[in-house]
C-alpha cells in the first residue's frame, strides 16, 4: 500500500507543478473567442503592387499616391488597413490563452508579475539562468511560455 502511495505522490507533485493556462472569466473568453473570429475574417494586407515587383516587399505600407487606386478604395484593389478591424480593446494585446505576456530577463522580474500575467524568457537568457528562472517559476505558480529546460546536470 504504502508503495503505491509513494507512487501517485510524485504524479501529483507534476500535476501541481504544470499550470494551466489562465481560466478566464466568460465575458473575457467571449472577448477571446471574438478576437479570434474577427481575426479569421480580416484580410492579409499586403504593400500596393508588392505581387507585381520583386523589390517591394509585401509589408504593410500606407499607399500615398496621387492617382492610387488602393488609396482611393477602387474595386479590384486589395484592402487597406483601417480601424474597422481592430480587435476589442479588453483583449488587445493579451495571449491568446487569457493571459498577459511579460518578458523575463533574470529572476528578479519574476517577482513583479501578477496573478493575470505570463512570464516569456527573453531568447538572450542563456540555459543555466534559463533553468533557475523556471524553478523560481515553477515555485510562485507562474506559467511560462517558453519553458524549454533541460535538466541541470547536463551542464
Same mark, same amino acid.
Given at each position: ?6 507512487? $501517485? /505522490?510524485?504524479?501529483?507533485? !507534476?500535476?501541481? +507543478? %504544470? ?13 477571446? /473567442?471574438? =478576437? ?24 504593410? +505600407? +500606407?499607399? =500615398?499616391?496621387?492617382? /492610387? ?5 477602387? @474595386? ?5 488597413? @483601417? ?20 518578458? !523575463? ?9 501578477? /496573478?493575470?500575467?505570463?512570464?516569456? %524568457? ?9 533553468? $533557475? ?8 505558480? %507562474?506559467?511560462?511560455? @517558453?519553458? =524549454? ?7
Amino acid at each position: 500500500m504504502q508503495s503505491e502511495e509513494e507512487n $501517485d /505522490s510524485p504524479e501529483q507533485e !507534476v500535476e501541481e +507543478r %504544470i499550470l494551466k493556462p489562465r481560466r478566464t472569466n466568460k465575458q473575457l473568453g467571449e472577448m477571446l /473567442s471574438l =478576437r479570434e473570429a474577427l481575426k479569421s475574417k480580416r484580410p492579409e494586407f499586403k504593400r500596393q503592387e508588392s505581387w507585381r515587383y520583386k523589390r517591394v516587399k509585401p509589408a504593410w +505600407r +500606407r499607399p =500615398r499616391g496621387l492617382d /492610387s487606386k488602393m488609396r482611393t478604395h477602387r @474595386n479590384g484593389w486589395p484592402k487597406s488597413v @483601417n480601424v474597422g478591424y481592430r480587435s476589442p480593446k479588453s483583449v488587445r494585446g493579451l495571449h491568446p490563452s487569457g493571459f498577459e505576456e511579460v518578458i !523575463v530577463h533574470n529572476v528578479k522580474d519574476l517577482d513583479e508579475i501578477t /496573478s493575470d500575467q505570463a512570464a516569456r %524568457i527573453s531568447h538572450t537568457v542563456g540555459r543555466r539562468k534559463r533553468a $533557475d528562472i523556471v524553478e523560481r517559476a515553477e515555485e510562485l505558480k %507562474i506559467y511560462v511560455f @517558453n519553458k =524549454r529546460v533541460r535538466p541541470v546536470e547536463t551542464y
